[in-house]
T-cell receptor
């Protein structure tokens, strides 16, 4: 059974800092991995999708990497802003048309 | 761009009542997933449909049922509601690249 863990569970940083969120998964036989952002009580917004054959994806200030063999992904956020405050979830998909298995999330707070 | 639409956004029901949640996927997305998210928890997979057929089933109680209709919208039917069913219920549809897009969710409160 796939298990996904995210470290740290919570993180508070001052505005402008670069930061890294970590995601690890136990079964390396994944099809792809997605990073999501969730604001309190709201839906999940897809940030980045990395296919299993890719090493990284970038979107604006976000960069996600994937090391499938070691079961790890990182989300790098450059020059953090207070608007980045949210919970960040990684999720892995085992195969095509397979469900997503979510990590426990990292709650990020960016302070002024 | 069109997104996944869920209705209603909020729902308050009493114990033992029935609730129906609706999901309208992004056009041309033929796969729909339902997830349940309790307070402070990560989303838990309930059930999925591909081309109107159930494709996978997770930790969905027998009191719940779901289906996908010919126009690809999906409904989650929940009967004999319990206090523990109070949660955010998300629907997601999947692109041809197998990227999931989530709706804003339905917040169900059982009192």
């Amino acid at each position: 059974k796939q298990e996904v863990t995210q470290i740290p569970a919570a993180l508070s940083v001052p505005e402008g800092e670069n930061l890294v969120l970590n995601c690890s998964f136990t079964d390396s036989a994944i099809y792809n991995l997605q990073w999501f952002r969730q604001d309190p009580g709201k839906g999940l917004t897809s940030l980045l999708l990395i296919q299993s054959s890719q090493r990284e994806q970038t979107s604006g200030r976000l960069n996600a990497s994937l090391d499938k063999s070691s079961g790890r992904s990182t989300l790098y956020i450059a020059a953090s802003q207070p608007g980045d405050s949210a919970t960040y979830l990684c999720a892995v998909r085992g195969g095509t048309a397979s469900k997503l298995t979510f990590g426990t999330g990292t709650r990020l707070q960016v302070t002024l | 761009a069109a997104g996944v639409i869920q209705s209603p956004r909020h729902l308050i029901k009493e114990k033992r009542e029935t609730a129906t949640l609706k999901c309208y996927p992004i056009p041309r997305h033929d796969t729909v997933y339902w997830y349940q998210q309790g307070p402070g928890q990560d989303p838990q997979f309930l059930i999925s449909f591909y081309e109107k057929m159930q494709s996978d089933k997770g930790s969905i109680p027998d009191r719940f049922s779901a289906q996908q209709f010919s126009d690809y919208h999906s409904e989650l039917n929940m009967s004999s509601l319990e206090l523990g069913d109070s949660a955010l219920y998300f629907c997601a549809s999947e692109s041809p690249l197998f990227e999931a897009f989530f709706g804003q969710g339905t917040r169900l409160t059982v009192v």
